[in-house]
């Protein structure tokens, strides 16, 4: 009876045991986890800035423009071209807002209505911008010019940094179709102190310029 009874009680232990492994694998189960758990992106710190609202004494010059499927430059004149310093507030921005593949990856959330009538990429650009220019506490440094008729830009007095340089071309002027693209054109630069850099190519990386 006593081996029979320590039988019963170990069984009774293994399958407790095995019950609570179970419900905590299942707790623990990616596929399960919580929205409320996903990394939130970093916050906005001002030190990060610092260094980059100074005039500097460096300049840019360069050319931002969409490669079309016939491998012309698509330019609009009077295009914003944005210089936006690199810290981990703006990139995550830069990653989920500019260099990306899909609306859904700006943050803005997919529902029914925005699945019947998908926005474009250009869309979502150009939300993504307007977000980023009305935090505050990041305008000030900023720095945004526009580009002429050939998509030529300028930036002087600039501090020491990496940056990102922006422009949403929202169309060409062109008579053909593939000349009336909309799109953005970026670039990823780092900029030593009075550094003079011209013949910048900023496009949407289609081409192997990128």
Not at 36 to 64: I, S
Not at 134 to 148: D, F, G, I, Q
Request: aromatic share 8%; charged share 15%; glycine share 10%.
């Amino acid at each position: 009876m006593q081996l029979r009874g320590r039988l019963l009680c170990g069984t009774v232990i293994a399958l407790l045991l095995g019950s609570l492994w179970f419900t905590q694998a299942w707790a623990t189960d990616p596929g399960d986890a919580s929205p409320a758990m996903a990394p939130q992106p970093p916050g906005l710190n001002e030190k990060d800035l610092f260094p980059y609202k100074q005039k500097g004494r460096g300049t840019l010059a360069g050319q931002a423009f969409l490669g079309s499927p016939s491998g012309k430059a698509i330019t609009q004149a009077g295009a914003l071209v944005h210089l936006i310093p690199v810290t981990p507030y703006t990139r995550h921005w830069f990653d989920h807002s500019v260099r990306t593949t899909s609306c859904s990856a700006t943050g803005n959330p997919v529902s029914a209505e925005s699945t019947a009538a998908p926005r474009s990429l250009t869309d979502c650009a150009h939300e993504a911008l307007t977000r980023l220019q009305t935090e505050k506490r990041l305008v000030p440094y900023l720095r945004t010019t526009k580009a002429n008729p050939t998509g030529h830009f300028w930036f002087t007095k600039i501090p020491a940094g990496r940056y990102y340089i922006v422009s949403l071309i929202e169309g060409g002027s062109g008579a053909h179709q593939d000349e009336r693209l909309a799109g953005t054109a970026w670039l990823v630069l780092d900029l030593e102190a009075g550094e003079k850099v011209a013949n910048l190519v900023v496009t949407d990386c289609k081409s192997s310029l990128c």
